[in-house]
T-cell receptor, first 113, second 117 residues
Framework: GENVEQHPSTLSVQEGDSAVIKCTYS??????FPWYKQELGKRPQLIID?????GEKKDQRIAVTLNKTAKHFSLHITETQPEDSAVYFC????????????FGGGTRVLVKP | SAVISQKPSRDICQRGTSLTIQCQVD?????MFWYRQQPGQSLTLIAT?????????ESGFVIDKFPISRPNLTFSTLTVSNMSPEDSSIYLC??????????????FGPGTRLTVL
């Protein structure tokens, strides 16, 4: 089955700096890659996603890139703010096979003011 | 997106007992899932709740331990049976929704925090 690795496990950045989280996946059939943000005590919240027919996607301060050949994808947060502090999870799935998500281990991001 | 609710939001249970968690969605959805999130860990898929048929379980999870019901397209239950302290986790349901982007996205319920003593 699918295996998703996520790095780093923790990331501390100064407010205003950029944060980058990287994930690799094992199943070349995976074609959907969402990112979730989970604040303490809250549910995971979908913040951005990318499908395998797209190499890059941007939404305000958040961007995701996908390299299908290398089987890795990354989340980029620019101009970080304290409210970006949370745990971020990447995931992968095969949408035609029921969209069962396999999650990475998570990255705890701390934005220091 | 949709409004997804879970009951209970949290519970403290004694070992050997069972707890049934409910998940309600405000619109009809085809795909519903149950995940487990152990303390400080990532999310792991337990099973896909299929409407009108038995749930499909992932490796490491069995129906006797985690029986699931899906009586209609807006509701599902997960039972954690014969609980032990190792079952202490957050249990989350999720639904697959077809949105304005033209493909399905998955959204999570608020979770049920279970503590087993």
């Amino acid at each position: 089955g699918e295996n998703v690795e996520q790095h780093p496990s923790t990331l501390s950045v100064q407010e205003g700096d950029s944060a980058v989280i990287k994930c690799t996946y094992s199943d070349s059939a995976s074609n959907y890659f969402p990112w979730y943000k989970q604040e303490l005590g809250k549910r995971p919240q979908l913040i951005i996603d990318i499908r395998s027919n797209v190499g890059e996607k941007k939404d305000q301060r958040i961007a995701v890139t996908l390299n299908k050949t290398a089987k890795h994808f990354s989340l980029h947060i620019t101009e970080t703010q304290p409210e970006d502090s949370a745990v971020y999870f990447c995931a992968a799935s095969i949408q035609a096979a029921g969209n069962k998500l396999t999650f990475g281990g998570g990255t705890r991001v701390l934005v220091k003011p | 997106s949709a409004v997804i609710s879970q009951k209970p939001s949290r519970d403290i249970c004694q070992r050997g007992t069972s707890l049934t968690i409910q998940c309600q969605v405000d619109s009809q959805v085809t795909m519903m899932f149950w995940y487990r999130q152990q303390p400080g860990q990532s999310l792991t898929l337990i099973a896909t709740a299929n409407q009108g048929s038995e749930a499909t379980y992932e490796s490491g999870f069995v129906i006797d331990k985690f029986p699931i019901s899906r009586p209609n397209l807006t509701f599902s239950t997960l039972t954690v049976s014969n609980m032990s302290p190792e079952d202490s986790s957050i249990y989350l349901c999720s639904v697959d929704l077809s949105g304005s982007k033209g493909y399905n996205e998955q959204f999570f319920g608020p979770g049920t925090r279970l503590t087993v003593l």
